[in-house]
């Protein structure tokens, strides 16, 4: 199932999305963006997520 990752402007950078096929990817990219202060979801899995919420799931092993 794919991960779509969604990034609002920032100052410098204009708003941005990726797709992953892994959700640990997807989180990878989260983390990246949100670092640049940019606010950051993921969806995927019937829902939208956080990149927080993403990483519990992972760490808890929700269903994909």
Do not use: C, F
């Not at 202060?37 to 760490?59: H, M, W």
């Amino acid at each position: 199932m794919p991960y779509i990752v969604q990034a609002d402007e920032s100052e410098d950078h204009s708003a941005v999305s990726k797709t992953h096929e892994d959700r640990k990817d997807a989180l990878v990219t989260a983390v990246k963006w949100g670092s640049e202060g940019r606010k950051v979801r993921i969806i995927g899995n019937g829902r939208i997520y956080t990149p927080t919420e993403l990483a519990l799931s992972i760490i808890n092993e929700e269903p994909r």
